[in-house]
């Protein structure tokens, strides 16, 4: 397709376990970030990849949250461990040029329960 | 970031107006003013931005005031699809910081 994809769209996993989620940014985009909505939040920042640059893991809320991106393109978001805390849809976006949210387009995130 | 405030719910008649206010008081020179909006169970999508003048596109209408601590979101003629949360924020572009700090929003009703 042509916009973002994630996957899975619905994700409920138990206490103590770990989970992948995945991002597929639109082709040729070369920024790709990952927030987190936790109900009746807002966005929270976690990540931010552009090209071959270092990521910008400021947002990342503990130790347990880590993120790659391979060949520039799929992103996969890691939770270990997870805690109820975690759970909250984890939406993915990616945008053509460095510093430009504006034009970032996002997918429809992966809703993520930890019971 | 500068924050901004936004009442958290409104409502408005289908084929009317909508005007959506944010305050950012706190705006520094370099920072815009950006909109994005979040239909139930969707991501966020952009709406429209701008710095200091008026801005149109084909979504809405960003009117700045002129000492740029305000701001209003207009849909010119709301349908029911436009029934979402609108989020106000505040950035400098095409910085280091890459990272949207969304608040809670207003969440705006769409009555038939």
């Known amino acids: 397709g042509a916009g973002v994809s994630q996957s899975p769209s619905n994700k409920v996993t138990e206490k103590g376990k770990d989970v992948e989620l995945r991002c597929d940014p639109i082709?040729?985009?070369?920024?790709l970030y990952w927030y987190r909505q936790s109900l009746g939040q807002g966005l929270e920042f976690l990540i931010y990849f552009q090209g071959n640059s270092a990521p910008d893991k400021s947002g990342l809320p503990s130790d347990r949250f880590s993120a790659e991106r391979t060949g520039g393109s799929v992103s996969t978001l890691t939770i270990q461990r997870t805690q109820q805390e975690d759970s909250a849809v984890y939406l993915c976006?990616?945008?053509?040029?460095?510093?430009?949210?504006?034009?970032?387009?996002f997918g429809q995130g992966t809703r993520l329960t930890v019971v | 970031d500068a924050k901004t405030t936004q009442p958290p719910s409104m409502d408005c008649a289908e084929g009317r107006a909508a005007n959506l206010p944010c305050n950012h008081s706190t705006i520094s020179g370099n920072e815009y003013v950006y909109w994005y909006r979040q239909i139930h169970s969707q991501g966020p999508q952009y709406i429209i931005h701008g710095l200091k003048n008026n801005e149109t596109n084909e979504m809405a209408s960003l009117i700045i005031t002129e000492d740029r601590k305000s701001s209003t979101l207009i849909l010119p003629h709301a349908t029911l699809r436009d029934t979402a949360v609108y989020y106000c924020?505040?950035?400098?572009?095409?910085?280091?910081?890459?990272?949207?700090?969304f608040g809670t929003g207003t969440r705006l009703t769409v009555i038939p």
């Open positions: 924020i505040v950035r400098a572009d095409q910085t280091g910081a890459n990272n949207l700090f």
């Open positions: 976006a990616s945008s053509p040029r460095q510093g430009r949210v504006s034009e970032a387009f």
């Open positions: 082709s040729g985009h070369t920024a």
